[in-house]
């Protein structure tokens, strides 16, 4: 009895039937192989196979991507989102913004052509009492005046 201690074989009976048990629980998960033939594979799914309401894939695809694409925009506009800019095109646009201010404000001040120009056939002396004399009137006046001045001084 020397390699014999003393409550061993209980342990291996506690042992054999929790393995036991173990296997028992292994047994049940494995699957009875069946004498009916295989289920035939789905057919692969192409760009033509019909999904739903007879549209084929493809359709879908297209269809889903449009209404992606303009939510995307819509709510780019509705938001106001911007392209990031280097500081470069920010002052560009700044220095082309501010020309064409000055440009509009000096081209406010230019009269209409029709009161810059002569217009044959029509009386010089008919004046429109909303009208703008011009540098060039103004001097025409005032030579005729002057000649006036002179052939009634002779």
Same mark, same amino acid.
């Given at each position: 009895m020397a390699g014999r201690q003393r409550g061993t074989g209980r342990l291996w009976a506690?042992?054999?039937?929790a393995l036991g048990a173990c296997l028992a629980g292994v047994a049940t998960q494995l699957v009875e192989p069946s004498t009916a033939p295989p289920?035939?594979?789905?057919?692969?799914?192409?760009k033509e196979t019909v999904v739903f309401?007879?549209?084929?894939?493809?359709? +879908? +695809?297209? #269809? =889903?991507?449009? =209404? +992606?694409?303009?939510? #995307?925009?819509?709510?780019?506009?509705v938001f106001n989102c911007r392209v990031p800019?280097?500081?470069?095109? #920010?002052?560009?646009?700044?220095?082309q913004r501010k020309a064409a201010k000055m440009y509009t404000d000096k081209l406010e001040t230019v009269p209409p052509l029709n009161e810059l120009t002569e217009i044959p056939g029509e009386d010089k002396k008919k004046?429109?009492?909303d009208s703008v004399d011009t540098v060039a009137i103004k001097v025409e006046e005032d030579e005729k005046s002057e000649a006036k001045k002179k052939k009634g001084e002779k």
């Open positions: 506690l042992g054999g039937a289920k035939p594979k789905p057919p692969p799914l192409t309401w007879d549209m084929r894939l493809w359709h +879908v +695809v297209g #269809i =889903f991507s449009l =209404f +992606v694409l303009s939510i #995307i925009i819509t709510l780019c506009c800019r280097t500081r470069k095109e #920010i002052e560009a646009r700044y220095l004046k429109k009492k």
